[in-house]
Nanobody, 118 residues
Framework: QLQLVESGGGLVQPGGSLRLSCAAAQNIFSNYHMDWYRQAPGKQRDLVARITTRGYTNYADSVKGRFTISRDNAKNTVYLQMNSLKSEDTAVYFC????????????WGQGTQVTVSS
């Protein structure tokens, strides 16, 4: 079992920045690909960004150039730096871990609310 705890959400004005963190309670973090998803009210949960165990990254088109995913295996933590935030970025953001040897083994955090509004 891999427990994930997100933090860093909140209310920010359009054009502002936030950094989300997702900390794993176990030191096997380095064996997991890490994702950030988000879900707006009434919409499906969508992938925002992924970082693999080797550090390769990819992003949803809607956030390319504005968001950056990174990981610190020594701290068992993955981050999502979000810049130039827009109202459409408002959602609950979830951290997901996928075991590198089996995509069927996945874990989710509880989510953190991000609200972009003036």
């Amino acid at each position: 079992q891999l427990q994930l705890v997100e933090s860093g959400g909140g209310l920010v004005q359009p054009g502002g920045s936030l950094r989300l963190s997702c900390a794993a309670a176990q030191n096997i973090f380095s064996n997991y690909h890490m994702d950030w998803y988000r879900q707006a009210p009434g919409k499906q949960r969508d992938l925002v960004a992924r970082i693999t165990t080797r550090g390769y990254t990819n992003y949803a088109d809607s956030v390319k150039g504005r968001f950056t995913i990174s990981r610190d295996n020594a701290k068992n933590t993955v981050y999502l730096q979000m810049n130039s935030l827009k109202s459409e970025d408002t959602a609950v953001y979830f951290c997901r871990a996928e075991y590198r040897f089996s995509s069927a083994r996945e874990y989710w955090g509880q989510g953190t609310q991000v609200t972009v509004s003036s």
